[in-house]
Every structure is written in structure tokens, then in C-alpha cells.
């Protein structure tokens, strides 16, 4: 199995290469050369393992020069109950007869990005010794909220590793800015960006290919890596979880074995979803990929029109994980779609130069057969909140709800009732206040109190990572403007 970049097919990569860089030096995404298809009875033997064992056997057939032992040792570490609060990783719970939830935020820092972060380290620092390389390697992070977090407890301490995090000052829920500002370790930083997600991400994008500061870093001993989903290291685990998700429902007896499900994922920058469409590719019979997006729906319009504009106003929302104009991943579906590297190298040269770009009708036609696109604003976010936990009796964060109103929307005009798997990102005790606005209070208390003021409006336990944050100290108050990210990165390397 090897990897190319999503705009150079010319050089040939190997997993642990593929994940020690994060990034083509071209600028493109790392990405196997084809997606391995599920031996036939694949299905019927993963519905009784564990959710670790699945994880083995899904990463193995990326991973060749990774042996099943090291692999095992991984998942063992990353998905065990030191991390994790439910032996089943990652739960699928039924909402009604066809509605399902996978439930992705029972790991560290309560959101679906520990699902690959608490493996990425793994795979990174093993990559790092199969790679023969031996300089430091100094991981930049944008986070639009949850991966910032999840990436800071992943490489926590990590033995020849230092991580900075980005986020967008003011662009981020006070439960997550808490989360990193109060990160303990010895190898990372943390800093506030002037400005949006897309700038902090654009920003990191260019630290990467600036040549001179690479090789300024170079001769201190350090090179740059990625642990966004532009890493193949991030996107592998996220297949992951929609196997197990199949799997979980043939087990107990929600579908049968070979029955077609939709999947319905609230994502911005497409990694998410991507995951799924790749696990679709691999033999998991996934009919329908329905993209949910919030007021900022970039995604909604290219997936109804193949014109990607991100020249529009920007929102910042109550979900603001998805508050993202500029969708990374995508590149590696038009790679999926096209096959054809240069073509992927214009769209992107497009995107750079003007903001937008548009693709071939072919393309578009193969876009739509696979993915429907949907989106809400806050209102409506709120709405659905409320309603999913008196009809339901069951809490979700507002990612979660965009989501579920996005297969609404869809069952709506389809009629399709197909039974429907929806991604559930975070824990809604990491959006306290939304959260109880949706559930009618009008006061919401102040900073970590909210907490307790959830608990008891519900009578749900806070999650014990969040609850612990009143006992932590502030360790990162820096705040840097767009266009001085290099100034964090030269003084957290000295």
C-alpha cells in the first residue's frame, strides 16, 4: 500500500512516510493510491469483536509495514478504559425504529476527535522510528474547537514530540478554550488567533511550505507534522468507527447482515464524512452520505451546485466546530472522483488564486449519487435540541442536532427511510450554555457552573474530564495576529 500526494502522483509514499510528513511538500494531501476492499465475510467476523480488534483489522489493511502485534499494542493503549468510559468505544444507541447514533465522544476530552487522537501518537511515533528519523518532530495544530484539545491530550508528553495548537480567538466555546488553555505537559503550547478558523488554518498551511523556516527548524534539530485530518494518521481511525457502527447494528439484531443503512454526518472540514464514504468504498454497504452543515454551508452548495465558493460571509455559530469555509478534506474526495491529480491541482490553484472553483459536470454527477447536502442555522439547531430530548429523552450537543436536521430535511424530500446511522461529534455538556437555551432556560450560569446547572435540569452526570476542569490552572494566555503564527512557533522552539 503506498500514498501519493492528492496533486502529484509521481512520488510514492509508504504509510509511516505518509504520517511522519502530514502534509505533501506540494502542498496536497498524502492519500493510498486505492482503497482495499473487505475480504467477503469481513462483515459477519468483525460483529463480534471488540471495538479494538476491529480497529486492528481495519488499520491493518492500510498499514503493511505495521505488524498486527504493534497494531494491537496501539489499540489496546488508545481505546482502553483508562480513555474511554464505555467498553464499547464508541456506542451506537437507537433513537427509533430506523435512527441510529454512534456515539463518538466517550474518550478524553469528550469529542469524536479523541477517536483518532488518542491513536494518531501511536502510529506517529512508530512511523518515526520506521522512518529512521530522528530530529524532534514539532506538530502544528488549527482547531476549530474539539482538535485543538484532542490533539494536546494525545501527544501529551510524548517522547520526542512538541505540539502547538491555533485557535480562533473568540471562536470557540468557553468549556473548549478551558480545555487547552489549561492542558498540562511538558512539550506543548497553546495560542489565540486573530481572526477565523480559516485563517489559523490557512496560516498553518503556510508554515508548512515555507521552505526557509523548514529549514531554519532543520538545523535546530526539528521538522514540521500535521495532526488535523490532513494527516492520514487522523482520517484511518475515523474509518474505523463506521465499520464498527455496521457491525454493531447486525449484532444486535437492528439490520441484517448485507442490508444497506445511510450515514448522516455533521462536518466542516469534510474529514469526518470522508471517513465514511471511505469505509463505503471498502465494502460497508453505506447507500446514502448526507452532509450536514450549519449557517456556514460552503458544503451544501458544492454538494447541489459543483461550485465551491467560500466567498461569503463568515458565521460563527453555536456549533462552532463546523464554522469552517475552507474544507481540507474535500481535496482528497475530488482525488476519489477524479482520478486525475492535475485536474485536483487546478481546482485547488483556483480555490488559492480566486476563492472558488467549479467542477466538471461528470464530477458533479458522481458527487451527487453518493452525497446529499443539507444545513441550519442556530435557531433551527435549537429547536431540534429541544425536541430531541422531550420526544426522545435523549441529550445532544448542537453538532449533533445540525446533523439530525439534516436527515430530517432529507427523509422530508426523499421519502427515503432507510435506516440512518448519525454521527453524534461531542458531549453536550461541552456546549452548556446552547444547550439549556434549547431546553427553555433563559439565565444561564456563569463559566464551569453551567455544568451543574445542566446535570440538574437533567439529571445527567457531567463528564468526569469536564468536571475536573475548575481544579486546573491557566497555563496559555498568548494571542497572536494571522500573519505572526511563525513568532509562536519560533518561541515555543526556542
Given at each position: 500500500?503506498?500514498?501519493?500526494s492528492t496533486?502529484?502522483a509521481g512520488t510514492r509514499?509508504t504509510a509511516?512516510?505518509a504520517i511522519?510528513?502530514?502534509?505533501a511538500?506540494?502542498g496536497g494531501?498524502?492519500t493510498?493510491c486505492?482503497?482495499?476492499?473487505l475480504p467477503?465475510k469481513a462483515l459477519?467476523?468483525?460483529k ?7 480497529a486492528?483489522y481495519i488499520?491493518?489493511?492500510?498499514l503493511?509495514?505495521f505488524?498486527?502485534k504493534e497494531?494491537?499494542?496501539f489499540?489496546a493503549?488508545?481505546?482502553g ?11 451506537v444507541?437507537?433513537?427509533?425504529g430506523?435512527?441510529h ?5 466517550h474518550?478524553?476530552?469528550?469529542a469524536f476527535?479523541?477517536?483518532?487522537l488518542?491513536?494518531?501518537?501511536h ?5 518515526l522510528a ?9 506538530i502544528?495544530v488549527?482547531?476549530?474547537?474539539d482538535?485543538?484539545k484532542g490533539?494536546?491530550?494525545g501527544f501529551?508528553?510524548v517522547?520526542?514530540t ?8 473568540d471562536?470557540v466555546s468557553q468549556?473548549q478554550?478551558l480545555q487547552?488553555v489549561t ?6 503550547g497553546?495560542?489565540s488567533v486573530v481572526?477565523?478558523f ?8 503556510r508554515l508548512f511550505s515555507?521552505?526557509g523556516?523548514?529549514?531554519?527548524l ?5 521538522f514540521f ?6 494527516n492520514w494518521?487522523r ?13 454493531d ?6 439490520i441484517?447482515?448485507?442490508?444497506t443503512?445511510?450515514v ?5 472540514n ?5 471517513a465514511?464514504?471511505?469505509a463505503r468504498?471498502?465494502g460497508?454497504?453505506i447507500?446514502?452520505?448526507i ?9 451544501t ?6 461550485v465551491?465558493?467560500?466567498?461569503r460571509?463568515?458565521y460563527?455559530?453555536m456549533s462552532p466546530?463546523?464554522d469552517?469555509l475552507i474544507?481540507?478534506n474535500?481535496e482528497?474526495m475530488?482525488l ?5 491529480v492535475d485536474?485536483?491541482?487546478?481546482y485547488m490553484?483556483q480555490?488559492n ?9 461528470k464530477?458533479l454527477e458522481k458527487l451527487?449519487?453518493r ?14 435540541i429541544?425536541?430531541?430530548y ?5 441529550l445532544?450537543d448542537?453538532h449533533?442536532?445540525v446533523?439530525?436536521?439534516a436527515?430530517?430535511?432529507y427523509?422530508?424530500e426523499t ?17 452548556c450554555g446552547?444547550?439549556l437555551?434549547?431546553?427553555g432556560?433563559?439565565?444561564?450560569a456563569?463559566?464551569l457552573d453551567?455544568l451543574d446547572?445542566?446535570s440538574?435540569k437533567t439529571?445527567?452526570p457531567?463528564?468526569a474530564p ?6 486546573k490552572?491557566v497555563?496559555f494566555t ?6 505572526h503564527?511563525?513568532?509562536?512557533v519560533?518561541?515555543?522552539?526556542g
Open positions: 500500500m503506498q500514498y501519493i496533486r502529484d509514499f509511516s512516510q511522519t510528513q502530514g502534509l511538500a506540494d494531501l498524502l493510498p486505492y482503497i482495499p476492499k467477503g459477519e467476523e468483525l463480534d469483536m471488540s471495538y479494538q480488534h476491529r486492528v488499520m491493518k489493511q492500510f503493511e509495514e505488524t498486527v497494531l494491537t499494542d489499540a493503549a488508545a481505546y478504559p483508562a480513555k474511554f468510559d464505555t467498553p464499547a468505544v464508541a456506542p444507541r437507537t433513537v427509533d430506523n435512527t447514533c454512534l456515539e463518538l465522544w474518550g478524553p476530552t469528550c476527535k479523541d477517536m483518532a488518542q491513536m494518531l501518537p502510529l506517529l511515533t512508530a512511523s520506521k522512518t529512521e528519523e530522528f530530529k524532534t518532530v514539532c502544528l488549527a482547531t476549530s474547537g482538535t485543538g490533539a494536546l491530550e501529551k508528553d517522547p520526542k512538541r505540539i502547538l495548537v491555533f485557535y480562533p480567538k471562536g468549556v478554550e487547552m492542558q498540562e505537559g511538558n512539550n506543548v497553546v495560542a481572526g477565523n480559516d485563517d489559523a488554518q490557512t496560516g498553518v498551511k515555507d521552505e523556516l523548514r529549514q531554519t532543520a538545523d535546530k534539530g526539528f507534522s500535521s495532526a488535523n485530518s490532513i494518521g482520517v484511518l481511525p475515523q474509518i474505523v468507527y463506521y465499520v464498527s457502527a455496521y457491525c447494528l447486525v449484532r444486535d439484531g437492528k441484517e447482515l448485507g442490508q443503512i445511510n448522516c454526518v455533521p462536518t466542516g469534510f474529514g469526518n464524512i470522508l465514511a464514504y471511505y468504498e471498502m460497508v454497504p447507500g446514502r452520505l452532509c450536514a452543515s450549519n449557517s456556514n454551508n460552503v458544503l452548495d458544492f454538494i447541489r451546485t459543483g465551491y465558493d467560500r466567498n460571509t463568515f460563527n455559530t466546530s463546523m469552517i474544507s481540507s474535500l482528497r475530488l476519489a472522483l477524479t482520478q486525475d485536474e485536483v491541482k487546478g490553484e480555490l488564486a480566486t476563492g472558488r472553483y467549479e467542477v466538471r459536470e464530477v451527487q449519487k452525497f446529499w447536502g443539507y444545513c441550519c442555522d442556530d435557531k433551527e439547531t435549537q429547536r431540534v429541544g425536541e430531541m422531550r420526544t426522545h429523552d435523549y445532544i448542537p449533533t442536532a446533523a439530525f436536521s436527515l430530517e430535511q427523509r422530508a421519502g427515503d427511510q432507510t435506516p440512518c446511522v448519525v454521527a453524534s461529534t461531542a458531549s453536550p455538556f461541552k456546549f446552547s444547550v437555551g434549547a431546553l432556560v433563559t439565565e444561564v456563569p463559566g453551567a446547572q445542566l440538574e439529571g445527567l457531567a463528564p469536564l468536571a475536573g476542569l475548575r481544579d490552572e497555563r498568548t494571542t497572536v495576529e494571522k500573519d503564527m511563525v513568532d509562536a519560533m518561541s515555543m522552539l
